[in-house]
């Protein structure tokens, strides 16, 4: 099995996935993404928040190419992806195996008869040689080595998760965007999906509505604002001390507390999930 | 009467038409009205149309035509017949739901808006989940999947949907309850 490289992270390090100046409408009528523009940088852990309706889900379809966007491009490595450049077999195959997407709804992802077949679907349309081998090396990784002989349907929600993860890092992809990864997880398996996540040597953007969550999840933070214009773009520490951007993203809320007999109201998250 | 009232009652008494005329002229002329209404979008509601149906008319056809072969019938016609009614059906569904607001054209009938939200709803979050289905096995695809992996996509989505619609009717029905709707 071939090594993954560790990648130099940061702002020097070179851009793998860029959007510019992206718009989209679903239908030509409903505004999705209003002008964003940004660059993944290999290695990089980025967070995207943005309250429900965002746009966070088209925004990480787009960047893998499942959807073309109204206006603007998308650049994966120096090279612009578009409907019409992914029918040619070569960057098809080549941008499906190194960007790699985990949807919201894992049972989305699930449709082989067992979870071995499921983890081997990538490898086996590459015809890579040691696909036994890979599937259980990531099916032990994420823990669901039991399971390679049951259907994925009949898994739990994490499990199924896990499933769809080992199914796409089997395939050993430089880019993976998660969509709401921890949406279908208890604690413990939140826990242990950001540990996982941090150990990977990977480019990830991660999306999340859930402030006490996204700093585990990287130390960029994209911002996405209801008017789906890209409001914020920096380290996740300056965002979570400025309350009028999270405000203005509706990431916080004020409601009445009450201490004893003292009654009093102020903007703030809850740690839930 | 509103307009989209006016345009629900027109288009049962063309079903309704569709469904009694036997002459393909007929059935045809209907078609090209149809089609006429349509305006611009004439070509893509056609396109749209024979699409839907092509494969369940298709083994309709054949098996009609194989069945009148031994039987010495000449199955022309009714071929004819068959398929242009049910284009003509499909055709003016897809022109009354693109055009008429459904919500205005039952706001007569509480029952029946109700009705019409849960269906609504319902069809909306699984056109959501049908495209995350669609495009989570275009995501995982490296080359163009063979046909037995987009059977299994299809069963999946599909046994997806049943255990999904099953518990989103329960869930309804229970709401409706406990709001009063049923009075058993």
Not at chain 1, 131 to 141: F, L, S
Not at chain 1, 152 to 169: H, R
């Amino acid at each position: 099995m071939t090594e993954m490289r560790y990648r130099i992270v940061g702002a020097d390090a070179p851009p793998m996935l860029q959007l510019v100046d992206v718009q989209h409408r679903y239908g030509g009528k409903v505004e999705v993404l209003r002008d964003v523009s940004l660059t993944l940088h290999a290695g990089e852990k980025s967070v995207l928040l943005g309250c429900n309706g965002s746009g966070k889900s088209t925004l990480l379809k787009i960047l893998n190419g499942l959807i073309a966007p109204t206006a603007g491009r998308v650049i994966y490595q120096n090279e612009e992806i578009t409907p019409a450049r992914l029918k040619a077999p070569a960057l098809h195959r080549r941008f499906r195996g190194e960007v790699a997407l985990l949807f919201q709804n894992p049972d989305a992802m699930l449709f082989n008869p067992t979870v071995f077949d499921e983890i081997a679907f990538g490898p086996r349309q590459l015809g890579v040689p040691d696909i036994e081998a890979r599937v259980h090396h990531w099916a032990e990784q994420v823990g669901v080595g039991a399971h390679l002989t049951r259907p994925p349907f009949a898994l739990s929600g994490g499990e199924k998760q896990k499933v769809c993860l080992a199914a796409l890092l089997v395939l050993e992809p430089k880019v993976l965007l998660l969509d709401e990864p921890t949406a279908s997880l208890d604690p413990r398996s939140t826990g242990w999906l950001i540990d996982f996540l941090a150990s990977l040597p990977v480019t990830t953007l991660t999306t999340t509505h859930n402030l006490s969550l996204a700093p585990e999840l990287g130390n960029r933070a994209l911002v996405l604002g209801e008017d789906h214009h890209l409001i914020y773009d920096g380290p996740i520490q300056a965002l979570l001390g400025d309350m009028e951007k999270l405000t203005a993203a509706n990431l916080v809320h004020t409601h009445r507390h009450r201490h004893g007999n003292i009654e009093h109201q102020h903007t703030h998250v809850h740690d839930w999930q | 009467m509103n307009r989209d009232r006016a345009a629900l009652f027109a288009y049962l008494a063309a079903v309704l038409a569709a469904s009694w005329l036997h002459d393909p002229v007929w059935l045809a002329a209907g078609l090209a009205v149809t089609l006429l209404a349509a305006g611009g979008a004439a070509s893509s509601l056609l396109r749209r149309s024979v699409l839907t149906v092509l494969a369940f008319n298709s083994v309709i056809s054949l098996s009609y035509a194989a069945l009148a072969w031994m039987q010495h019938i000449m199955p022309w016609e009714t071929l004819l017949r068959i398929n242009l009614r049910v284009v003509l059906l499909t055709s003016l569904t897809f022109l009354f739901i693109a055009r008429v607001n459904l919500f205005r054209a039952l706001d007569f009938s509480q029952n029946l808006t109700y009705a019409l939200g849960l269906a609504y709803s319902q069809a909306l979050t699984f056109r959501r989940a049908h495209e995350d289905f669609r495009l989570a096995l275009a995501s995982r695809s490296l080359k163009r999947p063979r046909l037995i992996d987009r059977y299994r996509a299809s069963a999946a989505a599909a046994a997806w949907f049943i255990e999904k619609a099953l518990h989103a009717a329960t869930q309804s029905a229970q709401a409706l309850r406990s709001r009063g709707f049923f009075h058993d």
